[in-house]
């Protein structure tokens, strides 16, 4: 049997006792890797409180944590978790580890009231072909926003709705030479990893892991570190959210996740855009960020929660996660007529991205369980040391790239899109 770690045995132990308390409540206790930030825990609880078939305990998690705490519980045969919200990605390590219910015969019940995304549902079967392991929750992405002060700089003929790499580069130069500074801007200190992963990369590439030390690689990092990286506004090394530097000036154009972009759309509507990430030579990538619920098999009331995820998964709810929290619905039927303005303007651009002719949906990391960092790691480093810190381009691949290796070697992960499947760990070329 495998060790237990200590905390994970001392977080089971205050929550079983806590699930007695829970049971005794008629309570379902809801784990979530999604909403950890304070104000957008404090929003999804709100939406929660309008399950009427039980109170709601909404515990945030990292993912570690989660994994931990339900390999603890599968071990000890009893559990104080009802309902798991996580990203695609957390759940192949929850099915390599058997902890899973079997959902299709709630998703066909919910479907019997409304579609959800075929292509999300697919997913959520993890290969399989009649054992459904998530159910869609709700799906985001990263887009690009701009004061509109910042439109009066585009390049001859660009379109901002169409922009490349080239284009984005010369918008930046025309901004600062004409301002006096630098007005572009990344999270840098947030989450830029998933802006590598998802956006740089296979827009280059076409590939993720694959291509990572490929010549396009190598070219893109040299255009980033040569062609747009000067024009890049240098407090970006300290930028977690980008909204706030959107709503100081202190940039005109920025890219982050949509939910960390939504408080400047929600404050000021009139004066902000958003639209797609720019296309390299590979195509217009961008992560669709896609995350599912699921019922471990230690559920103290698997009836409770199934009740509770065909709450989250109907229209009204689905509208409620969209209008509070920027998260994109994941069913048909949901009313966006009366969205927020601020809203409104960033589905307009997801919608855009994810139907541009040139799109390259890339997955975020799947099948790297509680090593899913190291990845992020992988990517930063290689960027860092090239462009902010000058290093050999050709060197760093090499380096990082073994390291990349290294990291599918012994979690065994397949590749995932953009790049094609793999039989076996997914291998850089």
């Not at 309902?83 to 192949?92: C, D, K, R, S």
Request: include cysteine; glycine fraction near 8%; proline fraction near 7%.
């Amino acid at each position: 049997m495998k060790k237990i770690p200590f905390l994970a045995l001392v977080v089971v132990a205050v929550l079983l006792i806590a699930g007695t308390v829970i049971a005794q409540d008629n309570s379902l206790t809801f784990m979530s890797t999604q909403f950890n930030v304070v104000e957008e825990a404090e929003k999804a609880r709100a939406i929660l409180a309008g399950f009427e078939g039980a109170a709601v305990e909404f515990v945030g998690s990292e993912e570690g944590p989660l994994l931990d705490l339900l390999r603890a519980e599968g071990q000890a045969g009893e559990g104080t978790v009802d309902v798991i919200g996580a990203l695609h990605g957390t759940f192949p390590t929850l099915v390599n580890d058997d902890l899973m219910f079997d959902l299709t015969e709630l998703l066909a019940s919910i479907e019997e009231e409304t579609d959800v995304n075929d292509a999300f549902v697919q997913l959520g079967r993890m290969g399989t072909e009649d054992y459904q392991y998530y159910i869609p929750w709700m799906q985001a992405t990263y887009t690009m926003a701009a004061h509109k002060d910042a439109l009066q700089y585009l390049p001859e003929g660009a379109d901002v709705n169409a922009l490349t790499w080239e284009q984005l580069a010369q918008w930046a130069q025309a901004m600062q030479e004409a301002t006096g500074k630098p007005q572009l801007g990344f999270p840098v200190a947030g989450l830029f990893h998933r802006f590598l992963e998802g956006y740089a990369f296979p827009s280059f590439t076409g590939g993720m892991v694959t291509k990572f030390k490929s010549p396009e690689a190598a070219e893109m990092l040299r255009f980033m570190r040569d062609d747009l990286w000067p024009y890049v506004n240098p407090e970006s090394i300290n930028y977690d959210f980008m909204n706030e530097p959107l709503l100081s000036g202190e940039v005109l154009v920025a890219f982050d996740h949509t939910a960390r972009l939504k408080p400047a759309f929600d404050e000021r509507p009139e004066d902000f855009i958003a639209f797609p990430a720019p296309a390299g030579p590979a195509g217009r990538g961008y992560m669709p960020v896609v995350a599912g619920l699921g019922i471990p098999f230690t559920a103290p009331d698997p009836d409770g929660a199934e009740a509770l995820i065909r709450f989250m998964l109907s229209p009204e709810t689905q509208g409620a996660v969209l209008h509070d929290l920027g998260f994109y619905p994941v069913v048909s039927g949901v009313d966006t007529s009366d969205l927020p303005e601020g809203v409104a303007i960033q589905a307009a651009a997801v919608e855009a991205q994810a139907n541009a002719e040139d799109a390259i949906p890339s997955l975020l990391p799947v099948g790297l369980g509680e090593r899913g960092g190291e990845i992020n790691e992988i990517f930063r480093n290689a960027f860092n040391r090239v462009v902010i810190e000058g290093q050999d381009i050709e060197t760093v691949l090499e380096e990082e790239g073994a390291a990349l290796q290294t990291l599918m070697d012994e979690t065994g992960a397949a590749c995932w899109a953009p790049d094609p499947p793999s039989e076996g760990a997914c291998q850089v070329e």
